[in-house]
């Protein structure tokens, strides 16, 4: 289905939190709404007081699926949150949405959230296929949870260490049993993930530095790639290497997915934007007579700050962005959807009427927003407009969690830059190149994934994997991977959809 804005999705961000004495629910809550950019479709928390395990999700903003009721039924002292977007699974199913759960042999729980997609579901499901597991949800993430409560031990690290060689791709995960909250990343540290302490001793682990700042939580370090990070009950980290490290980090998630006000390897977020628009003006320089600078807001006005800065043009937001419409509001008619740029932003003529433009955006995926925008800006009366775009052209998939079109709905996959020129409208194009998009970012350029600007994938994708959701329905669906052959289900998943009229006390089968 076509987004509204010509943008990529984002992928997930989780959070997990351990701090005795303090009202870890609402701790989540305040993270999660942190990383509420990070997923749109659905959020969830699971809680543990050292005996038993409680998950509730459902569909919709942070602030739209939790409530003070709700949050006060979420009590204990170590808990785990996600927000979600779909990009393994079926979007709008509430048995997608996360912490996933799954009760082990010995009547223990496990709870999970998961940012990355892996490449290889398909082994994992039919690995699972032929077990007495039943899934609620056919997404990667459940899997990884089923494979955890299918391990013949009690020790959730244990478990870890016999999953981890299993699994291949992106993945950050905060993971929680009764007693103990935990962190993993995968071997490459595709998606970001830190450690954070707060005031009064406790551990908080999540997606970007800007969920420990809402919280008042320290920046401690990176969980690093590789590394199984462990709160135990006595509230002691505790750091188990299961794989060796060979760091990817995706590069967009500097480029546009991170919040401005996050750092991803020691670096301000906003810093590197800006050092791109900077190199940008210096690869792709203003025509003569340039009168302004304006960026399409909002995650290209730092770039477009370092591109006005180093030209030696003014800067000026010209397009206003209405901050009520996001990535998950309705379209019900065909009508609005062509309204849909509309809806989101305005140009305003006053700043840009008669002015020759420099109109810095962070990416073009498939062309049809940045089309709207030049358009736009034309009838608002800019004279001139020239596109700059603070990274290279996006020319390959991501398989890694991000929603990325198909290379043939990339507007820059087969064509020249002139040709995507005509495309959009605009008087002249500009992209970053690679080199400096990378050395933008003032850390060594092997340690970033830029796979969909390059097509070079650090990890190995099988053939399979672009009919990834077929198959693994196709093999979960099996008669021995649905039920014991008596009609009775093996494993229920004590997961709360979110109807419920009341948590507090309520008895999970």
């Known amino acids: 289905m076509t987004t509204p804005f010509d943008k990529p999705r984002e992928e997930c961000g989780v959070f997990g939190v351990y701090a005795p004495g303090e009202d870890v629910g609402q701790l989540t809550y305040f993270g999660l709404y942190a990383l509420q950019h990070r997923g749109q479709e659905s959020a969830g928390i699971a809680v543990a007081d ?20 709700v949050l006060d039924g979420l009590a204990g002292h ?13 979007s709008g199913m509430i048995e997608n949405a996360q912490p996933a759960f799954m009760t082990r042999a010995d009547g223990t729980g496990i709870a999970l959230g998961h940012n990355g997609n892996l490449v290889n579901p398909i082994d994992l499901a039919k690995e699972l296929a032929s077990s007495d597991v039943i899934l609620q949800s056919t997404t990667d993430s459940h899997l990884v949870c089923a494979l955890l409560a299918q391990q013949d031990t009690p020790d959730l690290v244990e478990a870890w260490r016999r999953v981890v060689p299993k699994l291949k791709g992106a993945y950050s995960i905060t993971a929680m049993d009764e007693k103990r909250v935990m962190a993993i990343r995968d071997p490459h540290g595709v998606r970001p993930l830190v450690i954070g302490r707060t005031s009064t001793g406790g551990w908080v682990f999540a997606s970007e530095t800007c969920a420990l700042d809402i919280i008042g939580a320290d920046f401690i370090r990176d969980v690093e790639p590789g590394e199984l990070v462990v709160i135990d009950e006595d509230g002691q980290l505790r750091s188990h290497q299961l794989s060796e490290p060979t760091p990817r980090l995706c590069v967009f998630e ?32 203003p025509p003569e007579g340039t009168d302004l600078v304006i960026p399409v807001p909002q995650c290209a006005t730092a770039a477009a700050q370092g591109y006005a800065d180093r030209a030696g043009l003014p800067y000026a937001d010209g397009i206003v962005v209405n901050r009520y419409v996001g990535r998950t509001f309705i379209q019900p008619t065909q009508s609005v959807r062509e309204q849909g740029v509309r809806m989101k932003l305005n140009p305003m003529s006053e700043v840009i009427e008669g002015k020759r433009l420099i ?26 407009v020239h596109l700059r775009v603070s990274s290279p052209p996006v020319q390959w998939p991501c398989f890694y969690g991000i929603d990325i079109p198909s290379r043939d709905e990339l507007v820059g996959a087969s064509r020249e830059i002139e040709q995507i020129r005509k495309l959009i409208g605009a008087d002249s194009l500009g992209y970053l190149s690679i080199d400096g998009m990378l050395t933008s970012t003032g850390i060594a350029t092997e340690r970033f994934c830029h796979a969909c600007f390059s097509g070079g994938y650090p990890i190995e994708i099988p053939p399979e994997t672009a009919r990834t959701k077929s198959v693994l329905e196709q093999v979960l669906s099996s008669p021995n991977g649905s039920s014991n052959g008596d009609g009775q289900s093996r494993r229920a998943l004590p997961v709360l959809t979110g109807n419920e009229e009341k948590l507090p006390g309520l008895e999970l089968e």
Do not use: C, W
């Open 254 to 285: 500097f480029v546009y997915f991170a919040r401005p006000d996050s750092t991803l390897f020691g670096r301000s977020v906003y810093s590197v934007r800006r050092a791109m628009g900077k190199q940008l003006a210096d690869e792709a320089p």
């Open 359 to 384: 109109v810095v955006d962070d990416s073009i995926f498939r062309g049809t927003t940045t089309r709207e925008v030049v358009d736009m800006l034309r009838r608002a009366g800019a004279r001139e």
């Open 50 to 69: 050292g005996e038993d395990v409680l998950v509730y999700s459902n569909l919709g903003l942070v602030n739209q699926v939790f409530d003070e009721k």
């Open 78 to 90: 170590i808990a785990i949150g996600h927000v979600r977007y779909s990009t393994t699974g079926s």
